[in-house]
Each structure stands twice: as C-alpha cells, then as structure tokens.
C-alpha cells in the first residue's frame, strides 16, 4: 500500500531528553514536511524538505531538528531546548514543494507527551 | 504575514442540516485553496479551489472561492454523524521558487443524531 507512516503513535518525554519521531512515504514524493498542531490552532510549519539532504526551517523551527537522508524518510528530533513540546506532529509529502497546486497527503500523526 | 480565518470555530447540528463553513484569508501571491477533513488524525484531502465562481463537488459536499472578496465555503447538505470533524482550511501562496501552506485553526463539527 501507498501512503505516510508515522511512529510511534504515542510517545512520552521526559525532562531533558531528546526524542525522535519517524516518518516514512513510499509515495516517491519529493518534498517532506513537519507540522505540529495545539489544540484550537491551525497546523504550523515547523521543517520541510524539497530534495535529499536539504530542508528549511518553518515558522517554529526553535527546538526541532530534521535529516533527510533518503527520499523516503524525514525523522523529527524535539530537542530538550523545546520548552512546550507537548503536541500532535503531523508529518505529510507532497510531490513537488514548488508545482502549483499539488496537494500535501499526511501521515496518522505522533502524540509527544511530556512526563 | 499570510492569514487564514476560519468561521465558526465549532458548530453543533442534527443529522439532516446542511451546514456552510467558512474561509477567509489575507495572503500574497495566492495560488490556491484547500479544505481537509481532520477525524481525530491525518487531515484527508477534500478539494482544491483555484478558480473562482467555480464550485466543487463530491457527494453531499461541495466548495466555492471567491478571490475577490478572499473567502471560500464549504457545503455539507444532509449531513451525518460521519460528517463530524475538524474542517481545516489551507492556503497555498508562492514566494520566489517556494510555496507555502497556511491553515486556518479548524472548524469543529459535531453532527448529533
């Protein structure tokens, strides 16, 4: 089957970890991104990555980290200098970042929760 | 700054209302319009507006943007208890060889039999 995995589906942080969380396609898309939603907000931009081994910051890069080694995976690390981490990251593709009108698909999300 | 305003944040209905969301927004360089149905995870894709007066349909739903006035709408006819989610809507702008998603906070509908 074609689509977006995303895990765990539930993760839990302590004070000072890091923790990664996983998304893979097999879509053959090029372009990945991370989004993280808040309850009664929209979904914000926090990395994205047109090609391997390149990505940019969203609008709420503080405390995140990405890589994009392959094609089809774009791992997310909440850094311990994220001070409010607890979230749904939602993690979607698309086929080109900068084709007009292509559309995102996303992944079933990861909900990071702090002990 | 690109912004997307959604309207009302939730709506409560019974089974067989039709319901009408809303979607207005500020951004530069527009390029298109999208809706997505949230239930409880991943957003699923419902329709993309570039054009406007053009209306969208899918079944009982369908979609209109209006690129004058900066707003599109989202139908529900005879809606049911499926139909309840969050409504995200999203706009698509570009800037230089970049483009760029901004979403609205949601619309809540809980569709009550």
């Known amino acids: 089957d074609g689509g977006i995995t995303q895990s765990p589906k539930y993760l839990f942080r302590k004070e000072g970890q890091n923790v990664t969380l996983s998304c893979e396609q097999n879509?053959?898309?090029?372009?990945m991104y991370w989004y993280r939603q808040d309850p009664g907000q929209g979904l914000r931009l926090i990395y994205y990555s047109q090609i391997v081994n390149d990505f940019q910051k969203g609008d709420i890069a503080e405390g995140y980290s990405v890589s994009r080694e392959k094609k089809e995976s774009f791992p997310l690390t909440v850094t311990s200098a994220q001070k409010n981490p607890t979230a749904f990251y939602l993690c979607?593709?698309?086929?080109?970042?900068?084709?007009?009108?292509?559309?995102?698909?996303f992944g079933p999300g990861t909900r990071l929760l702090v002990l | 700054e690109d912004k997307v305003v959604q309207s009302p944040l939730s709506l409560v209905v019974h089974e067989g209302d039709t319901v009408t969301l809303n979607c207005s927004y500020e951004v530069t360089n527009f390029r298109s319009l999208l809706w997505y149905k949230q239930e409880k995870k991943a957003p699923t894709f419902l329709f993309m507006l570039?054009?406007?007066?053009i209306e969208k349909k899918s079944g009982r739903l369908s979609s209109i943007l209006d690129k004058k006035e900066l707003f599109s709408i989202l139908n529900i006819t005879a809606t049911q208890t499926g139909d309840s989610a969050v409504y995200l809507c999203?706009?698509?702008?570009?800037?230089?060889?970049?483009?760029?998603?901004?979403f609205g906070k949601g619309i809540t509908l809980s569709v009550r039999p």
């Open positions: 570039t054009s406007s007066g």
């Open positions: 979607a593709s698309s086929i080109s970042r900068t084709v007009i009108g292509e559309t995102q698909y």
């Open positions: 999203a706009v698509k702008a570009v800037t230089g060889a970049n483009s760029k998603l901004t």
């Open positions: 879509l053959n898309h090029d372009a």
